[in-house]
T-cell receptor, first 111, second 115 residues
Framework: QQQVKQSPQSLIVQKGGIPIINCAYE??????FPWYQQFPGKGPALLIA?????SEKKEGRFTISFNKSAKQFSLHIMDSQPGDSATYFC??????????FGQGTRLTINP | DTEVTQTPKHLVMGMTNKKSLKCEQH?????MYWYKQKAKKPPELMFV???????INESVPSRFSPECPNSSLLNLHLHALQPEDSALYLC??????????????FGPGTRLTVL
């Protein structure tokens, strides 16, 4: 019930391509969905977040698409760059403070 | 200041040692968190402090002891750890649900190795 399922585990894209990372959740009480970007040896950094009453949110080259009826959401990275190579985590949060993370996607952008 | 800082960056300790991890934020956040992260895994929540009071303990073994001396500081005291406790320990902070701020900001972490 509490899980957030994330796919794929790893993804390799050529520079300029559009990587897409997908997440699915079961807990309909989740009311906030952030995405985190983590570089090796660093802490996760908040990238972009969405509430379930919004179907799409864009911040720069990053877009979240949200499908409430399917309980799915995804991250798209436009014009991807080698510097975007990192591990990406989706998450859900309900009410108080507990983030439930997906298992992560290791993204590699080849030059 | 929009940073969460953590010290030390790296720590190596024996199983009989006592050490402490420190975390500091000056964003006026009233919720602070400890997470443990193993390689290639997502962060796992350990503890949550809200308004300097422990609000969530995710059944963490007693060899980990958190402390929140004030609204800006969070410590994690370590004693009699096991090699399997080796991990990246992350601190985070947020405004918390009461003030409507859901975003958690993470520090860079302390890389802990238990020998």
């Amino acid at each position: 019930q509490q899980q957030v399922k994330q796919s794929p585990q790893s993804l390799i894209v050529q520079k300029g391509g559009i990587p897409i990372i997908n997440c699915a959740y079961e807990n309909t009480a989740f009311d906030y969905f952030p995405w985190y970007q983590q570089f090796p040896g660093k802490g996760p950094a908040l990238l972009i977040a969405i509430r379930p009453d919004v179907s799409e949110k864009k911040e720069g080259r990053f877009t979240i698409s949200f499908n409430k009826s399917a309980k799915q959401f995804s991250l798209h990275i436009m014009d991807s760059q080698p510097g975007d190579s990192a591990t990406y985590f989706c998450a859900g949060i309900q009410g108080a403070q507990k983030l439930v993370f997906g298992q992560g996607t290791r993204l590699t952008i080849n030059p | 200041d929009t940073e969460v800082t953590q010290t030390p960056k790296h720590l190596v300790m024996g199983m009989t040692n006592k050490k402490s991890l420190k975390c500091e934020q000056h964003m006026g956040h009233r919720a602070m968190y400890w997470y443990k992260q193993k390689a290639k895994k997502p962060p796992e929540l350990m503890f949550v402090y809200s308004y300097e009071k422990l609000s969530i303990n995710e059944s963490v073994p007693s060899r980990f002891s958190p402390e929140c001396p004030n609204s800006s500081l969070l410590n994690l005291h370590l004693h009699a750890l096991q090699p399997e406790d080796s991990a990246l320990y992350l601190c985070a902070s947020s405004h918390g649900i009461i003030r409507g701020g859901r975003e958690q900001f993470f520090g860079p972490g302390t890389r802990l190795t238990v020998l």
